[in-house]
């Protein structure tokens, strides 16, 4: 005869899952269903459990058992959330086709429509998965379908399934456009967050990475440290929670960057790596490339962007920014003018323009330079327009860009009036590397206008951020008479890991000795040997040791 499930263990579950501590609570619900078997419902808050700690394979295979249950006791409502749950689960392991079979599931157990509630969780599903296309149709169905779902779920109390539409439908109008409406929309989400009443803590990770994403990806950077600053809270109150982490140190990595806490975006990009699942882990590689780019730590950078590219995340415009770093103007050339061609829509033009302008400029493509500029200022002037809160960002990138391709034509006089906007707006934004930049170029364009007291002020100001955040690449860039220059020392313009790099070649070590004393691969040296020999305009190992020697490194 089957032994009944034992209470206490039932009930120290339940209590043990309300309080977040997911581990004794996953552990006190196994050992009840060896006992025996739980109640579909306890197996929901087990599979939610085994979900917030990572324990995917063996959530699904609870909510499946779950699902069953659910049938076999005729209660469609519960077995349609079930379904719901398992589409959710397969869709952020990037297990389409599964995702998709779940969902024809909660449809087909709706089949008779007169369950509201539940229907809107089909609603919401299908209002999802209408935004995985570029399609702006299919976009605009999302956001039907979405507006429907928040319509059946709010009378019916369904908080969880209202804050999953909330963010599908501001997503949407992002998508379309609609930057006010759909951060409104998101804020719909989060305000149902921020009061706790969401029933599953897995909505409470969806909504803050959703809406801090949406943030950043409309320039909006107080809004994304708001959220970030937020969901950093929550993380750090759950200190088992798993899923999310990895995408919110993405964003946290993101925003410190912006701020100017390179240290903090490095940790926050290397924890990434390790948390996210494979499908996302290009995010964490690129972010982790940026950091190490910017910061000259050019080798690890070029490690960073190949694993990104391997995990489906495209490098750019991280690679090609890397190469003119590199003295590469030519193939970071070739690869901007492909990808002006190959980017079309909106969020990919965004972030790559900036970076288009720079290295046309840079290549002395004036006249893509300046394309590229009119483009950006564009952006802006629909961003001012609608009003939106991120409209400062487009305007200081529109600044920025104009000014480095009127530099670049030789109209200095024209420039400055741009460049000093945009320094005073990045300023004003809180972005300290992208002010410095400004005013490095800014230093340039009042030195050919002759005025070298004015050129001295501007080119100090950028070197003193630069030498705060640790930005060797800009460093080795400004004017080499100015005081203080890294041009003074010996081992400029090579970083301080290309310094002792070049002192072990210049003392006879191999790549595997040199990788053995710096603890770092064979691969990592042998990559750090070609950005010095293309820094130097060298060729060899020889060359590079006699360079050892004239500037006194050994």
Request: charged residues 25%.
């Amino acid at each position: 005869m089957a032994v009944s499930t034992p209470a206490p263990l039932v009930a120290d579950g339940r209590r043990l899952y309300a309080a977040g501590a997911w581990t004794r609570a996953l552990d006190a619900f196994e050992r009840a269903d060896r006992a025996a078997p739980l109640s579909a419902r306890d197996l929901m808050l087990t599979a939610f459990s085994a979900y917030l700690l990572g324990r995917e394979e063996r959530s699904i295979d609870l909510l499946v058992r779950a699902f069953r249950e659910f049938l076999a006791a005729h209660d469609d409502a519960a077995a349609a959330r079930a379904a719901f749950w398992l589409s959710f689960a397969h869709d952020t392991r990037r297990d389409r086709a599964q995702a998709e079979a779940w969902g024809r599931r909660l449809a087909a157990v709706l089949d008779d429509g007169h369950l509201g509630p539940e229907r809107a969780l089909l609603l919401s599903g299908l209002g999802h998965r209408s935004l995985a296309t570029a399609d702006p149709a299919e976009v605009r169905r999302a956001l039907e379908l979405s507006r429907e779902a928040i319509a059946l779920a709010r009378p019916a109390g369904d908080t969880d399934t209202e804050v999953f539409s909330h963010l599908s439908a501001g997503w949407a109008l992002l998508r379309l456009g609609g930057t006010a409406d759909g951060l409104a929309e998101l804020d719909e989400a989060m305000a149902r967050v921020a009061a706790n009443e969401v029933r599953t803590p897995i909505v409470n990770g969806v909504a803050y990475c959703s809406v801090i994403s949406a943030s950043l990806w409309a320039d909006d950077l107080a809004r994304a440290r708001e959220w970030t600053a937020a969901a950093t809270a929550w993380c750090d109150r759950s200190p088992e929670l798993v899923p999310f982490r990895g995408q919110c140190l993405v964003h946290r990595s993101q925003v410190k960057m912006l701020d100017g806490d390179w240290p903090g975006a490095l940790d926050e990009a290397l924890r990434a790596t390790h948390r996210l699942l494979a499908s996302d882990a290009g995010l964490a590689s690129y972010q982790l490339g940026e950091v190490h780019r910017v910061a000259g730590r050019f080798a690890e950078a070029e490690d960073a962007y190949r694993l990104a590219n391997s995990a489906g995340r495209r490098p750019e415009p991280g690679l090609m920014l890397l190469r003119l770093a590199q003295g590469r103007a030519d193939a970071a050339a070739v690869t901007a003018r492909r990808l002006n061609t190959e980017l079309t829509r909106r969020s990919e033009r965004d972030e790559f323009l900036p970076a288009y302008v720079e290295v046309m400029a840079a290549a002395g493509d004036v006249e893509a330079a300046r394309a590229g500029a009119r483009e950006l200022a564009a952006v802006a002037e629909r961003a001012e327009q609608a009003r939106t809160a991120s409209a400062p960002v487009p305007r200081a990138r529109a600044l920025t860009a104009e000014g480095v391709a009127l530099c670049a034509a030789g109209e200095a006089a024209l420039a400055v009036g741009r460049l000093r906007e945009a320094s005073l707006a990045w300023h004003g934004l809180g972005m300290p590397y992208l002010e410095a930049r400004a005013r490095a170029v800014l230093g340039r364009c009042y030195a050919a206008l002759g005025d070298d007291e004015a050129a001295a002020l501007e080119v100090e100001a950028a070197r003193s951020t630069f030498e705060r955040l640790g930005a060797a690449p800009d460093l080795a860039a400004l004017p080499a008479d100015a005081p203080g220059s890294p041009a003074e020392s010996p081992g400029a313009p090579l970083t301080d890991r290309e310094v002792e790099v070049v002192r072990l070649a210049a003392q006879g070590l191999t790549n595997r000795a040199i990788a053995g004393r710096l603890v770092i691969s064979e691969k990592t040296v042998a990559r750090h040997l070609a950005n010095i020999y293309a820094k130097l305009g060298i060729a060899s190992r020889a060359a590079a040791t006699a360079y050892a020697y004239e500037h006194g490194l050994l």
